[in-house]
């Protein structure tokens, strides 16, 4: 979300994409990893560029050919630059690649099932934002200005029996254990870390017939981070399936995590939301970024 709001606000820089390249985006952790094709596919091409030890993160902006030959590689968000340097690769290119060549496609073969998890049979997915609503000093710049009003986006999944009990009128523990551990966290300066199961001090939601109403505290033993809100949701049920799944936590948010520095000073109001997912967003489909190589522990 925060490259959306800086370097892929550049209006030369979209225009270069929609009309000159191939845009993908991916969540690296995740390829870098695999043992297919796509995984080695990408693997060729971060091999050539200065992030290479793919037991650490290779994270950054790759321009490569349909052949794997990394034509650009780049980590930072200035728009202006990025925007230059796409423009140098896409004359290097040009200069490399006579008219006409073609490249052999590759060969799909088996797919990495741990790195390419997909929504739970029968469950649904769930949009999960969140935004700090103040606390925040004036900011100095618009780097600082973007950071301050950025809100962040994950999914949470629901598996199929959370599914069948919410439509039973219930309201699984599960789920609630879940949304607490994985998703009532900060994300909007980067990847946040998530609450340890005895982080969850309170988790107290009840469910009054499409009424969601309850309180959570989460804290880690010294009390540095800490997220305490009063949460409010909507649960509908159409034919037996669930048709509207609304929640809203909102409360004090206290501290930060190794990725997500910089926030404000003390306790700040910060809120998370959850609404049911309708399969409209190519990002509907990404896994939970609780769920990384281990989807049966988020699950369970």
Do not use: C
Request: net charge neutral.
């Amino acid at each position: 979300m925060l490259d959306r709001a800086s370097t892929f606000a550049n209006p030369g820089l979209l225009e270069l994409l929609r009309t000159r390249f191939v845009p993908v985006a991916i969540d690296q952790a995740y390829q870098r990893r695999q043992k297919d094709s796509e995984g080695d596919f990408y693997r060729r091409i971060a091999a050539q560029s200065p992030r290479h030890d793919f037991d650490s993160t290779t994270q950054g902006f790759y321009v490569a050919t349909a052949a794997g030959e990394l034509l650009l590689y780049n980590n930072n968000r200035d728009p202006a630059k990025v925007e230059r340097l796409v423009r140098d690769a896409l004359a290097r290119f040009a200069q490399r690649a006579p008219g006409g060549q073609e490249t052999a496609p590759l060969e799909v073969g088996e797919v990495d099932r741990r790195w390419h998890p997909k929504v739970p049979e029968g469950g649904f997915a769930l949009r999960v934002h969140g935004k700090v609503l103040g606390g925040y000093p004036a900011p100095e710049d618009d780097w600082q200005r973007i950071l301050q009003t950025a809100i962040s986006r994950d999914n949470l999944w629901v598996t199929g029996a959370e599914h069948r009990a919410l439509v039973r009128g219930e309201l699984p523990q599960s789920l609630l254990r879940r949304i607490a551990h994985f998703h009532l966290v900060d994300g909007t300066r980067g990847e946040p870390p998530m609450w340890k199961p005895e982080e969850v001090q309170r988790i107290e939601i009840v469910r009054q017939g499409d009424r969601l109403q309850g309180e959570v505290v989460l804290q880690t033993e010294d009390g540095a981070r800490r997220f305490a809100a009063q949460v409010l949701g909507f649960v509908e049920v159409i034919e037996g399936k669930v048709t509207r799944f609304d929640l809203v936590a909102r409360g004090l948010f206290r501290g930060e995590g190794t990725y997500t520095k910089n926030g404000p000073p003390g306790d700040f109001p910060f809120a998370v939301s959850l609404t049911l997912a309708d399969g409209s967003d190519v990002a509907d489909a990404i896994p939970p970024q609780g769920s990384r190589g281990w989807i049966e522990g988020y699950l369970r």
